[in-house]
């Protein structure tokens, strides 16, 4: 195991509309970074007219949390498909929140 590298998972642009596009970059690693339990390295983010409105990410030392406008908050990892499930969900709540502006 002290061989073992990081793998990259995912690493994707997806344009949502003319105005906003998300990115989820997703790496296993061989432990987990500082802050984290698991052993995953993770950066979701949606993008509308050039401001990060919702983001999910573990930087180290400071774990897992998201940011959903100008709140922050702990996120509680499970698995990759679980992060973008609730990625997705929080990017559709932006949408409907956020439809008049």
């Known amino acids: 195991m002290s ?3 990081a793998v990259q998972i995912i690493s994707t642009r997806i344009t949502c509309s003319e ?3 998300a990115e989820l970059v997703l790496w296993r690693l061989p432990k987990p970074v500082e802050g984290s ?3 995953f390295k993770y950066r979701l983010v949606y993008v509308v007219r050039g401001t ?3 983001r999910y990410d573990n930087e180290t030392g ?3 949390h998201r940011h ?3 709140n922050e908050g702990r996120y509680d990892f499970t698995i990759p498909d679980q992060l973008i499930a609730d ?3 929080d990017i559709e ?3 409907d929140e956020n439809r008049d502006t």
Do not use: I
């Open 87 to 89: 990625f997705q969900r």
């Open 68 to 70: 959903f406008g100008g």
């Open 19 to 21: 105005s906003a596009f």
């Open 52 to 54: 990060c409105v919702v």
């Open 93 to 95: 709540r932006w949408n």
């Open 62 to 64: 400071k774990g897992d």
């Open 3 to 5: 061989n073992m590298r």
């Open 37 to 39: 339990t698991h052993r």
